[in-house]
């Protein structure tokens, strides 16, 4: 009698992709800096964070940020930019309200420009917080400009 090894098929991870780990560690390392940084740490480091980061980004993702960054500090100057899992994001009173998150680094077909839920966007019982970007053109960034504003609000 031969016994025939039979192999089973490898089943896929249920557990984090290496992208969702690496932001993680990521995240892990920010608040390593924002520990040491402590107290005399300053919105400009923040915001020096953030645009270390873009500049290091692709073109196509580049170009979204940069003008993402800009409509956000222009229209809530108030806000606050960090890194949270290594995307540029925006915080009022330490917590992250909105952020963006590139296309490359996920892999994903867009970038994304996210909203948490310290913002005061609430419509009724359904409204989106998250939106998917291509390219903005100067209609679509009043239109983040103005949700921005009331997210803040």
């Known amino acids: 009698m031969t016994t025939r090894k039979t192999t089973a098929k490898a089943e896929p991870s249920v557990g984090f992709t290496d992208d969702e780990r690496a932001a993680m560690k990521e ?11 402590g107290p005399r740490a300053s919105k400009a480091n923040g915001e020096q964070d953030v645009l270390t980061k873009i500049a290091a980004m692709a073109e196509a993702d580049r170009v979204l940020a940069e003008r993402i960054h800009a409509v956000v500090t222009a229209n809530a100057p108030e806000l606050t930019p960090k890194l ?9 009173d330490g917590k992250v309200l909105c952020f963006f998150q590139s296309a490359e680094k996920f892999k994903a077909r867009y970038a994304t420009l996210g909203f948490n839920d310290v913002a005061s966007l609430d419509d009724g019982t359904v409204w989106p917080t998250a939106f998917a970007l291509t390219r903005l053109t100067a209609q679509d960034e009043a239109r983040i400009g103005d949700l921005v504003k009331i997210a803040v609000s």
């Open 27 to 37: 995240h892990a390392q920010e608040l390593k800096t924002a520990a040491r940084r």
């Open 84 to 92: 949270w899992y290594g995307m540029p994001a925006y915080a009022k």
